[in-house]
C-alpha cells in the first residue's frame, strides 16, 4: 500500500479544511502562489480577496468576533506580512483569537536579504500570544493544529505560522497527517477558580453594602452573557460594562448604569468610586478606566476574576485575585452563594440604589440639539438606534463617533458592538463590518465611522463590490479629526495642529465609483428619511455622508490625573 | 532588589528571543541571564538575575509564565539556594612581583591560573557575584587587568527541591 503524499501547499488548505476553517482572508504573493494555486483548486475553503492585507486581518477579525470562530489569514512574504502587523497588535490588544499564514522566502535564503524577504516572526513577536517557524512539511500540520489551539484557547490570541516557499512548492511532497487533539506540555490554561478563593469572594461580596460588578470583554469573548445576567440579578447589585464587555449585559437592564471610564456615564463612574467591594469579571483595569491609578476607589475590596494571571494586580491590586474562564468561575461563585444561602442585605442596596439614582439624574450621557443647527452627532446614532430597532451589528473606527456609539447605542446582547478598544485602530471599522456580513448576510451591519477613520481603508469598498456585502457605512463627518481636535482644544489652546481634513474627497461620488449607492445628509429635518432609505437597500452597498456639528465634544470626560469619578460634564462643567 | 530567576522552556528556536524581547518591551531589567540545554536535551534552563520590587517582580514571574514555551519558572531569591558564577580574567603578569601575587590572591580566592602568555595569566574563578566582584578588586589592587568575561550567575535551590516537569 502506498500512503498519498502531498505537497506543503495542500497540506496547508487540508489542515485549514480539517480544522472546519470556511473563509481565509487575504492577498496573493510569489513566496505564497503554491497555496493560492491549492485553494483554487478545492471548493470547501472560500478565499476572499481584499485590497490590502491590513484589511485582511481586520476582516478575519470582525468575523471572528461576531461569529467566535477563529478568523485566518494568509499573506505574503515581506510587505505582505507586514502589512498584517497593525491587525494583529489590534487582535492581540483586544484579545481575538487570529491564525495569521505569513509566505516566508526559501529556508535556503533567510537571512539573506532576498526579495519580500521580513524577519515577521520578529516584527511580530511582542503582539502575538505565539508563533511558528515551518521548516519542513512535516511541520506545517502540527504548526497549524497548534497555532488553532493556542488562538482559541486560555486568553484568546493572535497566532503567525511562517511557511517558507520551498517546504510549499510541487517538487516537494510528504505524508499528510493533523492530529486535531492538541496537547502541549508547557501549556495548560487555568479552567476553574480556587475553591478557596471561590469561597472568599462570595464571603466577601455577602458582606457588601455598596457592591459594583465591573465586567469586560472577557464576557463577550467566553459568550457568558447569560450567565452574567443571572448573577447580577442574584446580587441585586448595579453593573457597568467597560468598552469591550458592552453587550455582556442588555444595554436596556434596569441594573445596567452604563459604561465605566474616560468618557462612560457619571453613575458608572461615581459608583466604582463609592464601592466597598468591586467584583471585576474578565475585565483589566485598563488606564482608560481607572484615570489615576493612585486615586483608584480607595475604599474597594477588589475580586478580580481573569483567565489572564497577569492581568491580575498588574495596575491596581486585587484583594481577592481568582485566576479561571470567567463563565466557569461565575458558576461557582453562583454555586457558593447558593450553598451559602446568599440573600443580599435589602437596607443597604436600597440606600445604594438610591445613592446611585441621584448620580443617574444627571443625566451625564446628554447632548443638546438645536432643531435649526447642524446635525449632532449623537443624534445620528440615536437615529440608527430606532431604525434598527436596536438589532444591528455595529462596527466603529476610532475616535468621537466611537465613543458616541458606545453611549448612544445600548446593545442588547454580546458581539453586536465590535470595535478596536485596546489598540484603537483607525481603519478597523469597515473591515470588520464586511467581516461581520460575510458571516451575517441577513442582518443589518453598520459601521459608524469618521471622515478620518473611513480613509484609512476606503480601498475596500473595492471588496465590497466584488464579494456582495452591503454593509452600511454612516461616516460622522466633521471635517476633522474630531477626538484629536477635542483634545487640542481642551489641553492645546485650540491649537488644532494638523487635525483639518482640508481636501475631503466627495464620499458619494467615490462609493458611486465603486458601485454603491451614496447618500449624503446635511440638515436634521432629512436625517432619519434618509437613514430608513438607506437600510431599505438590502442588496448593495450604501455609504451615508452626514454632515455633523464639528465643534461637538464627547462629554463625559474623566479630567486627566484625577479620580475615576472626576469627570467635565460638558464645556467648563466639572462633576 | 535583586532576585534570581530560575526558568525551564522548550529548547526550541526563537524561545530565548521571546524572553529577552518580554524583558525589553515590558521593561523589566536584566541583570545576566544564561541559559543551556539541560540534561533532557528538548529543554533549556535558564537563570536569570533581575532588579524590581514585589510588584515588577511578580509581573515578571507571571508575563515569563505566560510565555508558551515556557514550562516553569521559579524565584529562587528567598529560599535557600545555591548561586554560581564563572569568571575567566586576562591580567599582566610582567614580572615576579605581579605574578607572584597574582597567584597567591587567586590560591586565596581558590581560583586557578589556566593560561600564561609571555607577560599575561588567566585565571579562572567560580563563586557567587559577590566573591567574583571581590576578586576583581584584589586583582585590580595589585595588576592591571586587560580583558575579563564573566558567565552570568546559575542557580538551583538547595535539598530535595527541584525544578523538573
Not at chain 1, 311 to 331: C, E, F, R, Y
Not at chain 1, 427 to 455: E, N, R, Y
Not at chain 2, 32 to 52: C, E, H
Request: hydrophobic share 40%; with cysteine.
Amino acid at each position: 500500500m502506498t500512503t498519498e503524499l502531498f505537497t506543503g501547499a495542500e497540506m496547508v488548505v487540508k489542515s485549514l479544511s480539517a480544522l472546519k476553517v470556511k473563509y481565509i482572508f487575504g492577498y496573493p504573493g510569489g513566496s505564497v502562489l503554491d497555496i493560492y494555486d491549492a485553494i483554487f483548486q478545492q471548493d470547501e475553503i472560500e478565499h476572499i480577496l481584499v485590497r490590502h492585507e491590513q484589511a485582511a486581518t481586520h476582516m478575519a477579525d470582525g468575523y471572528t468576533r461576531a461569529t467566535g470562530e477563529v478568523g485566518v489569514v494568509l499573506a505574503t512574504s515581506g510587505p505582505g506580512a507586514t502589512n498584517c502587523v497593525t491587525g494583529i497588535a489590534t487582535a492581540y490588544m483586544d484579545s481575538i483569537p487570529m491564525v495569521v499564514l505569513a509566505g516566508q522566502v526559501a529556508t535556503s535564503l533567510i537571512g539573506n536579504d532576498a526579495f519580500q524577504e521580513t524577519d515577521i516572526v520578529g516584527c511580530t513577536r511582542p503582539i502575538i500570544k505565539h508563533s511558528f517557524s515551518c521548516r519542513s512539511l512535516a511541520d506545517i500540520p502540527v504548526a497549524i493544529s497548534k497555532a488553532f489551539y493556542i488562538a482559541s484557547t486560555g486568553r484568546p490570541g493572535p497566532v503567525v505560522v511562517e511557511l517558507p516557499k520551498d517546504i510549499l512548492i510541487p517538487q516537494n511532497k510528504g505524508p499528510f497527517n493533523i492530529e486535531t487533539d492538541i496537547k502541549i506540555r508547557s501549556y495548560n490554561p487555568n479552567i476553574k477558580g480556587h475553591p478557596k478563593q471561590i469561597k472568599k469572594a462570595a464571603q466577601t461580596i455577602s458582606n457588601a453594602k455598596r457592591l459594583v460588578v465591573y465586567s469586560g470583554g472577557g464576557i463577550v469573548l467566553s459568550d457568558a452573557s447569560e450567565l452574567l445576567t443571572k448573577l447580577v440579578e442574584t446580587l441585586k447589585a448595579p453593573i457597568t460594562n467597560t468598552l469591550m464587555g458592552l453587550g455582556g449585559i442588555s444595554g436596556t437592564h434596569k441594573q445596567f448604569i452604563g459604561m465605566l471610564g474616560m468618557h462612560g456615564s457619571l453613575e458608572a463612574n461615581k459608583s466604582m468610586a463609592n464601592a466597598d467591594v468591586i467584583l471585576a469579571l474578565g475585565a483589566r483595569f485598563d488606564d482608560r478606566v481607572t484615570n489615576n491609578v493612585e486615586k483608584f476607589c480607595p475604599n474597594a475590596t477588589i475580586v478580580h476574576v481573569d483567565i489572564d494571571p497577569t492581568s491580575i494586580s498588574k495596575t491596581i491590586n486585587a484583594h481577592i485575585p481568582i485566576v479561571g474562564l470567567v463563565d466557569v468561575v461565575m458558576q461557582q461563585l453562583l454555586d457558593e452563594l447558593t450553598d451559602i444561602n446568599f440573600s443580599p442585605d435589602e437596607a443597604a442596596l436600597s440606600q445604594w440604589w438610591q445613592q446611585i439614582n441621584l448620580w443617574r439624574n444627571v443625566k451625564s450621557i446628554s447632548y443638546e440639539q438645536d432643531e435649526n443647527e447642524k446635525i449632532k452627532p449623537q443624534r445620528v446614532v440615536e437615529a440608527l438606534y430606532k431604525i434598527t430597532e436596536g438589532d444591528a451589528y455595529v462596527c466603529s473606527d476610532v475616535g468621537q463617533h466611537q465613543m458616541f456609539a458606545a453611549q448612544y447605542y445600548p446593545f442588547a446582547k454580546p458581539r453586536q458592538w465590535i470595535n478596536s478598544g485596546g489598540a484603537g485602530t483607525m481603519g478597523f471599522g469597515l473591515p470588520a463590518a464586511m467581516g461581520v456580513k460575510l458571516a451575517f448576510p441577513d442582518k443589518h451591519v453598520i459601521c459608524i465611522t469618521g471622515d478620518g477613520s473611513i480613509q484609512m481603508n476606503i480601498q475596500e469598498l473595492s471588496t465590497c463590490s466584488q464579494y456582495k456585502l452591503p454593509v452600511v457605512i454612516v461616516t460622522l463627518n466633521n471635517r476633522s479629526l474630531g477626538m484629536v481636535r477635542q483634545w487640542q482644544d481642551m489641553v492645546y489652546g485650540g491649537r488644532h495642529s494638523s487635525s483639518y481634513m482640508e481636501s475631503l474627497p466627495d464620499f458619494v461620488k467615490v462609493a458611486e465609483a465603486y458601485g454603491h449607492v451614496g447618500i449624503q445628509i446635511d440638515s436634521l429635518d432629512e436625517l432619519e428619511e434618509k437613514l430608513t432609505q438607506a437600510f431599505n437597500i438590502k442588496d448593495r452597498l450604501v455609504f451615508v455622508d452626514v454632515m455633523v456639528d464639528e465643534k461637538e465634544h464627547v462629554y463625559p470626560m474623566q479630567i486627566r490625573t484625577g479620580a475615576i469619578d472626576e469627570m467635565w460634564l460638558k464645556k467648563g462643567v466639572k462633576s | 532588589m535583586r532576585r534570581i530567576l530560575a526558568i525551564l522552556m522548550e529548547n526550541e528556536p526563537g524561545s530565548l528571543s521571546r524572553i529577552v524581547g518580554l524583558f525589553s518591551q515590558r521593561a523589566f531589567n536584566i541583570e545576566s541571564l544564561t541559559v543551556a540545554p539541560t540534561d533532557d536535551n528538548s529543554l533549556s534552563r535558564m537563570t536569570i538575575a533581575t532588579k524590581g520590587d514585589d510588584k515588577v517582580l511578580e509581573q515578571i514571574v507571571k508575563q515569563v509564565n505566560k510565555l508558551i514555551d515556557v514550562i516553569k519558572i521559579t524565584d529562587i531569591t528567598d529560599r535557600k539556594h545555591i548561586e554560581r558564577e564563572l569568571l575567566l580574567v586576562k591580567v599582566t603578569a610582567m614580572n615576579d612581583k605581579s605574578r607572584t601575587e597574582v597567584t597567591r590572591i587567586t590560591d586565596i580566592f581558590r581560583g586557578n591560573i589556566i593560561d600564561i602568555g609571555k607577560h599575561v595569566y588567566t585565571v579562572q574563578l567560580t563563586g557567587d557575584a559577590e566573591k567574583l566582584n571581590a576578586f576583581i578588586n584584589a586583582l585590580q589592587n595589585e595588576t592591571e587587568i586587560i580583558e575579563s568575561a564573566r558567565s552570568g550567575c546559575v542557580g538551583m535551590a538547595r535539598g530535595d527541591q527541584a525544578l523538573r516537569i
